[in-house]
Structure formats: C-alpha cells, structure tokens
C-alpha cells in the first residue's frame, strides 16, 4: 500500500526555523496535508497543498513540494514553545476518500 | 457553526463488552471517515461513509468492528467484544459533499481504554 515516512523528532530553540521533512510513495497523490496535534487532543488543519503547486506560504508557515522526489516539507519561521507538538503529514489520491497519514513528527521548542 | 463533535471523550471497558463510538459531523457535512491512532503511532484510515451508505472499509477490521452513518443522528463506530489491542485514540473527521479534497475536519477523539 501507500506509505507516507517522517522523522520522528525535531527539537530546535525558541526563535529559530523548524523543518519537518515528509517522503511519500503514492506517484498519483492529488492534495498534502499538514496537521498539528496537541497532547490529548485532536489534529488540527495547518496548511494543505495541491500537488501541481511547488510552494505555499501562510504567514509563518512555508510548505514546499518536490514532486519529482515525492518530498513534503513544512517550515515554520520564529519557532515559539506553542509550536511544540506532533507534526503530521498526509496525502491523498482518491480526491479526499482516503487519506494517508505519516507516523507524526514531535516538535520540540526548547526555551 | 460547531466543530465535529465526538462522544464520549473517553470510554473505559472490560474485554468482552461492547464499545459505540459516536461522531457529529459539522453542519452540511455529508462525508465522515473513521481512523485509528494507536499510542505513539499516526492515523490509520478505517472507514468512509456517506449518508446510509459505506463508500471505503478498507481499513476496516475483518471482525468485530462496524460503522454506520444513518440518514439521520450521528455516525456510530462499534467494537464488539473489545480486546486490549482495541485500546487507542478514535477519531472521526467530516468533510462537505462539495470541494471534498480540500480537507477534512477532525474531532477532538474518543480514547478507549480496554481493561
């Protein structure tokens, strides 16, 4: 089956740029997706992209796709201790029937 | 306009008994999916649904597990005869009839805890 990989931990320092790294194998994903999860509650929506889109920018949220390589990035400017949680990328191909989530990368803000 | 709401929060049972799992999706939502997050583990996808109708249980287990989405009330995910391989976060997500690849809206999660 399809499969969506993430490093597992990323701690940086209040103040500097985090990247979350994301490799998937599906060639015919149509939309990726990050999420966040706080402890003990749901994901939250952060950005999606569309997969003919090469680069997205919401304030300090940068997501850039290489198609080619089937790479996902999220870059999050002036990282702050609110920014500690997991990370999640997804995909999907089936136009939104079935995602696919990574394992989840737990960002660490160190003061 | 409510988020997608899930019911209970948290659900505590013995192996043996049954476990319902229920989820309101936002308002005008017709799509509702089911994933499983096992401690320290993504989302697996379990189950699509639209109004009285199953569209995708591939991520389904073979036994014991059920979900429906009636033409009205929530949609209900249902463990029989739990195991304490069943203890894990459920959540449910929703997403509109239209513009369906953009997202999906996620609940907060029911955490079953299987004694």
């Known amino acids: 089956g399809e499969d969506v990989e993430q490093s597992l931990f990323l701690s940086v320092r209040e103040g500097d740029s985090s990247v979350i790294n994301c490799t998937y194998t599906?060639?015919?994903?149509?939309?990726l997706y990050w999420y966040k999860q706080e402890p003990g509650a749901g994901l939250q929506l952060l950005t999606y992209?569309?997969?003919?889109?090469d680069m997205k920018q919401d304030q300090r949220l940068t997501v850039l796709l290489n198609k080619k390589d089937k790479h996902l990035s999220l870059r999050i400017a002036d990282t702050q201790t609110g920014d500690s949680a997991i990370y999640f990328c997804a995909e999907t191909a089936n136009y939104g029937q079935n995602f696919v989530f990574g394992p989840g990368t737990r960002l660490s803000v160190l003061p | 306009n409510a988020g997608v709401m899930q019911n209970p929060r948290h659900l505590v049972r013995r192996r043996g008994q049954e476990a319902r799992l229920r989820c309101s999706p936002m308002?005008?939502?017709?799509?509702v999916y089911w994933y499983r997050q096992l401690p320290e583990e993504g989302l697996k996808f379990m189950v699509y649904l639209q109004k009285e109708n199953i569209i995708d249980e591939s991520g389904m287990p073979k036994e014991r597990f059920s979900a429906e989405f009636p033409k009205e009330g929530p949609s209900i995910l249902r463990i029989q005869q739990v195991v304490r391989g069943d203890s894990a976060a459920y959540f449910c997500a929703s997403s509109p009839p239209d513009r369906v690849e953009e997202t999906q809206y996620f609940g907060p999660g029911t955490r079953l805890l299987v004694l």
């Open positions: 992209i569309f997969s003919n889109m």
């Open positions: 308002k005008g939502h017709s799509h």
């Open positions: 599906d060639s015919s994903s149509t939309y």
